[in-house]
């Protein structure tokens, strides 16, 4: 009786969280929600049935409402500024009202009765247009096996504001779009000067929400945060999560909190940390970086990762391409044309020349360029794809190139890898403009760039590409970020473990640490699975690479090696099991995929495995249970937009076959009634779904092994 209760109260829950009704939920079929923009009076609403932000515009614009449609929550609590602008010393807000009575909420009655800020930009008018393409992409369909749609589709406002007669002549547009399909905006405004002078735009707040999170305990040690993720295409790091713009600070003028010190981090702010001290010349439109709000539809984990992911495959669609690559660790010729035979021959679409191989990017030497475009003719030749690696962070260059500490005056002890070359000195310059050239040159299809800019300021006066710290790193992060954009335009791909989704990087670590590879093999092949579970919770599995190296590597000796491949063929077979079971593509470092026949085959079974169910492998994650070495760990890929509706992976870690009875969540299927199974042997299953869109399954995994079944 005990159990069936728990199993009952266990479906309840599930049929709670689940906010929305299925025939109108977005993460399965988004395509009634289309963006529109509506006036009503004095406001003005950006909506598309899913999230809605509301402006009242006389006597100036400022948001009056930040709505969540779905759960029906309104995220904000007061009005403030769009934007505020520090120029010449002097900070200016941009729209906003004055005069609501607390802090703790608005009413409609308050929001007539507020009145406009006699010194701050004034809201004129605003236009509409289709959401246009941030920078252009040129998309590699071989490495796609879903449509990437980009531009993206919706709409964008762009509110005008005029300046106060202190500025006369200057203006200011905050842009704002809202996806098709997702309760999405992103947000950023432009600074036009035609003032006839020059003006130094010190620092800038580009989003401020006075927003309900409250604390729950008056001392303010704990708090619930609003249901919102935030992300702005000014990164640096390797995860979002590292807060280079997003900040909460305490709000003194909310006077009705919980904490008698007024101590609450109750304001989000959306900032650059640092400057960024930018000289406007007259004639000229300064813009800046962009912020991203996802609005959650639910506090489930599950459901807000998916939303993530949707998010990602929105507005940085290259992420989804997902080569099967290959480092080689010689890039002699006779090496890398062993590779490229080798990955033609089992299906494998791409080499890099890997860290220590002696590939060299920098050279600037004509010659080498055309030894590396024999190279990648060859490659070509067999339908393989070339690239190379570079360090640029996280070395030492000299003097007169690396960042300089402001306590100091000299390199060492304050960048992030303690010493790291600024991209504002000639240095950067040169090698920027070597790899260019180089790229140009021989036609190599990817860079590998290794400890790309973390984010360092520098305070150097002498480095041409910026003046001093305080603009230091604004420059820094647009030379990165325009590199990358050159990248993409051109189809290089970008394997970067740094976070530089939004600015063009298709493809970040998945999360791993190396020295693990130096552990025993049957370690290694649980943790790899750990892993990716865990790493698949905030991005897609094409977003992040793994790592599989082949030869010793960080020690560990003979245990901890693979080669030779095929005296390890059962190991090697589950490493593949492993990262394409999950749709995860690794980077295989060693001189070879094979040493003998029997290792060639297994190496093809899994790439075959992996190709004829592409679609679905590189589709999202519903995560069932974590890998713990004690009982059965396993997810299931989900895709209603394919006649394969979902791929259910299982793995045994024990040294013994296992019988279970899996409960499989398949709402995000898209299936209501009725999910055929076909296993991995041939045989086929029907199921009717349960009332939480549920089935129940009986599997039988062999030892040390994963079995896998379709959905559709």
């Not at 992911?309 to 507005?315: A, E, L, S």
Request: aromatic letters at 12%; glycine letters at 8%; one cysteine or more.
């Amino acid at each position: 009786m005990r159990k069936h209760v728990i199993f009952f109260a266990a479906v309840i829950a599930n049929l709670v969280s689940l906010t929305v009704c299925y025939s109108g939920d977005w993460l399965i079929d988004n395509r009634n929600f289309n963006a529109e923009i509506k006036e009503n009076g004095k406001d003005l609403t950006l909506s598309n049935g899913l999230a809605a932000r509301t402006f009242r515009t006389q006597p100036n614009l400022a948001t009056i409402g930040l709505h969540q449609l779905t759960t029906k929550q309104n995220y904000l609590r007061a009005v403030r500024p769009e934007a505020v602008l520090t120029i010449d010393g002097k900070t200016y807000n941009i729209g906003g009202l004055c005069g609501q009575p607390i802090q703790s909420y608005l009413l409609t009655e308050w929001v007539d009765k507020l009145t406009a800020g006699a010194n701050d930009f004034h809201y004129k008018n605003y236009t509409v247009q289709k959401i246009q393409k941030r920078f252009e992409w040129k998309q590699r369909p071989e490495w796609l096996s879903q449509k990437a749609l980009w531009s993206p589709e919706g709409i964008e406002v762009i509110l005008h504001f005029d300046a106060p007669d202190a500025l006369k002549g200057m203006s200011v547009d905050v842009h704002y779009e809202l996806y098709n399909g997702l309760p999405l905006f992103c947000k950023w405004f432009t600074l036009k000067n035609n003032t006839g002078k020059s003006v130094l735009l010190n620092k800038f707040i580009s989003e401020i929400i006075a927003d309900t999170d409250e604390s729950l305990t008056p001392d303010a040690t704990r708090w619930e945060l609003p249901n919102i993720y935030f992300e702005t295409d000014y990164a640096f790091g390797g995860q979002p999560e590292i807060p280079q713009t997003v900040s909460r600070r305490k709000d003194p003028t909310y006077k009705t909190q919980l904490n008698y010190n007024l101590d609450t981090p109750c304001i989000l702010e959306v900032s650059p940390k640092i400057g960024p001290e930018q000289t406007v010349a007259d004639g000229e439109t300064f813009a800046a970086f962009r912020t991203w709000e996802l609005l959650y539809d639910s506090t489930d984990r599950q459901r807000k990762a998916l939303s993530l992911q949707k998010m990602y495959r929105t507005i940085a669609p290259w992420a989804m391409e997902n080569p099967i690559l290959m480092h080689v660790r010689q890039a002699d010729e006779k090496s890398v044309k062993l590779a490229i035979d080798q990955c033609s021959e089992t299906g494998f679409e791409m080499v890099i020349m890997t860290f220590g191989s002696g590939f060299n990017m920098e050279s600037g030497d004509k010659n080498y360029y055309a030894k590396i475009k024999g190279l990648v003719d060859y490659a070509h030749s067999k339908k393989v794809a070339l690239g190379g690696y570079s360090l640029l962070a996280s070395r030492r260059i000299n003097d007169e190139t690396d960042v300089i500490n402001p306590k100091t005056g000299k390199p060492g002890g304050f960048a992030v890898f303690g010493h790291s070359p600024c991209l504002g000195s000639q240095w950067a310059d040169n090698y920027f403009r070597n790899i260019k050239e180089m790229y140009e040159a021989t036609g190599l299809d990817l860079i590998e760039h290794d400890g790309s800019y973390p984010g360092d300021c520098c305070a150097s006066t002498t480095h041409p590409g910026h003046k001093g710290y305080s603009d230091s790193q604004w420059n820094q992060w647009k030379t990165i970020s325009g590199f990358y954009q050159w990248c993409l335009v051109r189809g290089i791909y970008m394997n970067v473990p740094d976070w530089y989704f939004l600015n063009g990087v298709t493809k970040n670590v998945m999360g791993y640490r190396e020295t693990n590879w130096s552990l025993p093999r049957a370690q290694q092949e649980l943790i790899e699975r750990q892993n990716v579970y865990d790493g698949t919770w905030n991005k897609t599995a094409s977003m992040g690479w793994m790592f599989v190296p082949l030869t010793e590597y960080h020690g560990g000796g003979a245990a901890a090696t693979i080669e030779p491949l095929c005296e390890h063929l059962e190991h090697y077979g589950q490493r593949f099991a492993n990262l394409f079971g999950y749709g995860v593509q690794a980077c295989f470092r060693g001189p070879r995929l094979y040493d003998t026949e029997e290792t060639r085959a297994v190496v093809q079974r899994w790439v075959e495995f992996y190709k004829e169910h592409r679609a679905i492998l590189d589709s999202d994650i519903v995560h069932l249970r974590r890998p713990d070495g004690q009982d059965w760990d396993g997810i299931l890929h989900v895709n209603p937009q394919l006649p394969q509706k979902g791929m259910l992976v299982l793995y045994n870690p024990l040294p013994s076959a296992i019988e279970r009875e899996i409960r499989v969540p398949l709402y995000y299927t898209g299936l209501t009634d009725k999910a055929v199974l076909k296993e991995q042997d041939g045989s086929v299953r029907e199921y009717t779904l349960e009332r939480d869109y549920s089935i129940s399954v009986k599997v039988n995994i062999p030892a040390k092994a994963m079995q896998r079944f379709v959905i559709e």
